[in-house]
Nanobody
Framework: QVQLVESGGGLVQAGGSLRLSCAASERTFSTYSMGWFRQAPGKERERVATVSWSGGRTYYADSVKGRFTISRDNAKNTMYLQMNSLKPEDTAVYYC??????????????WGQGTRVTVSS
């Protein structure tokens, strides 16, 4: 079973930056497409960004495009989400996910426990 562990969440002021990390337990990590999802209080979980197994294809939600960057280091079994120009609206619990199939990881097979990001105004 693939285990995913997020880290890097915390409290940051609006306009600041934060980098989230997702460490995978499986060496087959490199064969999965990966993604970041988030869920804010009172809202449904939404897809934030995804990256293909090779890192060559990415997807971003309109709300974060131009501010967030997703990347992965398969040698380290780790995925990252660099978040810049953070807004209070970005406050949410961020979840790491992995997909066996699908370029944009729309139907994740594995989930992390989440890391909380709070952006103050």
């Amino acid at each position: 079973q693939v285990q995913l562990v997020e880290s890097g969440g915390g409290l940051v002021q609006a306009g600041g930056s934060l980098r989230l990390s997702c460490a995978a337990s499986e060496r087959t990590f490199s064969t999965y497409s990966m993604g970041w999802f988030r869920q804010a209080p009172g809202k449904e979980r939404e897809r934030v960004a995804t990256v293909s197994w090779s890192g060559g294809r990415t997807y971003y939600a309109d709300s974060v495009k131009g501010r967030f960057t997703i990347s992965r280091d398969n040698a380290k079994n780790t995925m990252y989400l660099q978040m810049n120009s953070l807004k209070p609206e970005d406050t949410a619990v961020y979840y790491c996910a992995a997909c066996k199939t699908g370029v944009r990881c729309s139907q994740p097979d594995y989930w992390g426990q989440g890391t909380r990001v709070t952006v103050s105004s």
